[in-house]
C-alpha cells in the first residue's frame, strides 16, 4: 500500500499523483510544470531541466526527505542533443556521488514542447543523516 504525499504543488488534470510513498520509499514522476498552477513550462532544456529537479526537491522534501536521498533518476528526452544542458542544470542540483541514472531518448513526450520528463525514487531510511550532509 501507499499514501499520496501532499507536497503543496497544483493537482495534475490526468488520473494520476507525482509523488507517493511506501513505507521508506518515495517515488516522483515529474514534467517541467508550474508548482502553483500546474502549467507546462516550455523553452530550452536548461529552464525546463531546473523547474522539473525543483519540482523533484519540493517532492522529496515534502516527504521528509532531502535530494540527497533520491537513488535512481530516470530521464526521458525528446532529443539527444540536449541532454548536455540537461547535464548542466544536474550537476548544480546533484553533488557526488550522483543518484544512479539511465537516460532515455523517446520520439516524444506526452505535452506539446515539453523536452524532458523524470521519474525518480528516493529511500528516507536514512533521511535525518541526509539532512545533516546537506547543512
Known sequence: MFTVVDTGMSPSKSPV???????NMVMMAQV?????????ITGDMRTQTRRLLSNFKQCVEAAGGSL???????IYVVDGADVAEMNEVYAE???????????????????????????????????????????
Open 93 to 135: 542540483t546533484f553533488e557526488k556521488p550522483y543518484p544512479c541514472r539511465a537516460t532515455v531518448v523517446v520520439k516524444d513526450l506526452l505535452y506539446p514542447g515539453v523536452k524532458v520528463e523524470m521519474v525518480a525514487w528516493a529511500t528516507l531510511e536514512n533521511a535525518e543523516k541526509s539532512k545533516e550532509i546537506v547543512k
Open 17 to 23: 499523483n507525482g509523488t507517493v510513498r511506501a513505507g
Open 32 to 40: 517541467p510544470r508550474d508548482p502553483a498552477t500546474g502549467e507546462m
Open 68 to 74: 540527497r536521498d533520491i537513488a535512481l533518476i530516470t
